[in-house]
């Protein structure tokens, strides 16, 4: 039997060659949780450069695992919001020029080494149309939890580390010490938040399921509601649109839907604050978040627009994809021609479940911000002169003698590239939504109760101020990676 | 007989249709703050004038943009725009529209029962 250890340590990380699936996916877990024991900011190079492979790895072994029914959208959703991510900040990784070629984490590995070996077992022996008999449901959703919770840790790990280099660029003497080449800042910042986001969607996943599922108790079977199979269908295919060279409009029409999925949010988070679901100052907190994040939406739509004019042309899977969101949430959260009341909600929805869903999507939402803010910097964008020149002229940047827009191209409001102050302009307006939306997704989590204070131990004035503010990162409630 | 493209006599009517839709669409997004209610419709209006501006050619729709509006819209609110992008399709000749057309057409009349009924 083999044994393979890690590269500077003589800790034996497989004594054995696992045989089972359940055995591969429990030794991925234990290496992922290793991850977790050895946060060092010289490790985040290669884990950043790494972590793809595992989400790749865990999302191929996901798909291996046979579905009760022939429809696998409920199923595959998580993997796959989480997998595009993964895709998003391998994308970033490219064009930042960070980490740069190089030796991957060996823990990482290990764990790529296990997911995959686990996926090809399944698939040596279960084909995709093979039946699966009812009772095998609890074993199928164990091997998913074990995956995702692996993925988590993983995640975490990656985090972390990332975290710790960040902290290493302020010091002098840590940067130093730092392995060539070195990361700017602002990149290692932008990475920490989408692997963030990726952390956010695995922890959604998993707080429903773990540790019951991975230890094979069996739930009752989940259908996944219209909303939840549009939210899933919408997020999946405004991936693959803003992956697939969107137009200026496309892009509009994406920040659209959020926009409309943000008043959604906003009458949810309403009717789960009157059952109880979210504390009144939960409740506030979140319908600010929401507001602010509408307002820069809106403030982006309005220079999208000006840019591509009335000539909207959409991308036929979003299109559809929007329209059955739409549809969606209209019924739920429309009575007649104003929004429905929180009873009214309440009568319509599992209020609990809509919840899980909207913060799911909130989440899921800072990516796509994140990928609009990515498209938007593409050089090749074209938009029309007219509105091009409109914002252009607003902008403080010195203008050339013959203007930001040739003047037969505003003429004929031909499609340009976009010239240097409207490529400023969007780029502001981008991240200042993603900002937002990354606002809007944490506070739609309730903070974890407050243990009861001793009797008698009121709170005096000084006391409050000292108390630590409220966290602003992602952090639903429920289970963290296990350590 | 009808028409593969939009006939060039329809093609005004068809233009003011699509800033109509838009400028309810844009209404929508800039007042979500005061009026929520009415952002699910200023999206189906997009949607709806998306699904209008393919049917234009390339050299229609650079155009689209110097269409006119009347006056008077600058003044309606959002289910008000779709109400009046309807009134101003019903006008048209159906022979002066391809068959694709009608697609936009059946939208239109679900967005503006949406718009005024829920």
């Known amino acids: ?483 | 007989m009808r028409t593969k493209g939009i006939h060039e006599q329809a093609v005004p009517v068809w233009m003011e249709v699509i800033a109509l839709l838009t400028e309810a669409a844009d209404l929508g997004s800039a007042q979500v703050g005061r009026h929520p209610q009415h952002h699910s419709v200023a999206l189906g209006a997009v949607l709806v004038a998306g699904k209008a501006v393919n049917l234009l050619d390339q050299e229609q729709r650079a155009r689209l943009d110097q269409a006119p509006l009347a006056a008077s819209a600058a003044a309606m609110s959002v289910p008000e725009l779709v109400v009046e992008a309807e009134r101003v399709l019903r006008g048209l000749s159906f022979d002066l529209l391809p068959p694709a057309a009608s697609e936009v057409i059946i939208d239109l009349g679900d967005l503006v029962w949406e718009a005024t009924h829920g």
């Not at chain 1, 960070?98 to 279960?126: T, Y």
């Not at chain 1, 029409?253 to 949010?265: C, S």
């Not at chain 1, 820069?296 to 627009?305: F, H, I, Q, V």
């Open chain 1, 1 to 483: 039997m083999a044994e393979i250890h890690d590269t500077d340590r003589s800790r034996p990380v497989l004594r054995t060659t696992p045989r089972s699936v359940g055995e591969l996916l429990r030794e991925a877990d234990l290496q992922a949780r290793r991850m977790l024991a050895d946060v060092d900011p010289a490790t985040a190079p290669a884990r950043v450069r790494a972590w793809g492979e595992v989400v790749e790895a865990g999302a191929q072994a996901w798909r291996a695992i046979p579905a009760l029914g022939p429809d696998r959208r409920g199923v595959d959703g998580d993997i796959d919001t989480l997998h595009d991510v993964a895709v998003g900040v391998h994308q970033l990784l490219l064009s930042h020029g960070w980490p740069g070629a190089g030796a991957p984490d060996p823990d990482a590995e290990l764990i790529v080494a296990h997911l995959s070996a686990a996926g090809d077992l399944v698939r040596a022996r279960h084909r995709p149309t093979d039946t699966i008999r009812a009772d095998a449901s609890a074993d199928l959703e164990a091997a998913r939890t074990w995956i995702m919770h692996s993925v988590l840790a993983a995640t975490h790990a990656v985090r972390r580390s990332l975290e710790q280099y960040q902290q290493a660029l302020t010091s002098g003497r840590d940067r130093a010490r730092l392995p060539a080449p070195v990361a700017e800042i602002g990149q290692v910042r932008e990475l920490i938040r989408r692997v963030d986001t990726a952390e956010g969607l695995a922890r959604g996943y998993l707080d429903l399921r773990w540790p019951a599922t991975a230890r094979g108790e069996q739930l009752q079977p989940v259908q996944p509601t219209t909303l939840e199979s549009a939210i899933t269908a919408w997020q999946s295919n405004a991936v693959r649109a803003l992956t697939a060279s969107p137009s200026v409009a496309d892009l509009a029409l994406v920040v659209r839907t959020q926009l409309d999925g943000a008043v959604f949010a906003s009458a949810l988070g309403g009717a789960a604050t009157h059952a109880g679901l979210l504390t009144p100052l939960e409740g506030v907190r979140m319908q600010r978040a929401l507001t602010t994040f509408e307002g820069s939406a809106s403030d982006l739509l309005e220079s999208l627009t000006l840019l591509s004019g009335r000539d909207n042309t959409f991308q036929a899977r979003l299109v559809e994809a929007s329209t059955q969101l739409r549809l969606a949430y209209r019924q739920i959260a429309h009575d007649g021609t104003s929004l429905a009341s929180s009873d009214t909600l309440r009568q319509r929805v599992d209020i609990g479940r809509a919840l899980t869903a909207v913060q799911r999507s909130l989440v899921a939402g800072v990516d796509l911000a994140w990928r609009i803010h990515d498209a938007a910097r593409d050089p090749a964008l074209r938009v029309r002169a007219q509105g091009a020149h409109r914002i252009a002229a607003r902008s403080h940047q010195p203008r050339p003698s013959a203007g930001w827009v040739e003047a037969v191209d505003l003429v004929h409001n031909r499609l340009i590239p976009a010239p240097p102050p409207v490529r400023y302009t969007i780029r502001g307006l981008t991240q200042e939504m993603t900002d937002r939306a990354i606002d809007a997704a944490a506070a739609s989590y309730s903070t974890p109760p407050r243990p009861e204070p001793p009797p008698g131990d009121g709170l005096t004035g000084r006391a409050h101020q000292d108390r630590q503010p409220p966290s602003t990162r992602l952090d639903p409630p429920g289970q963290g990676p296990s350590r």
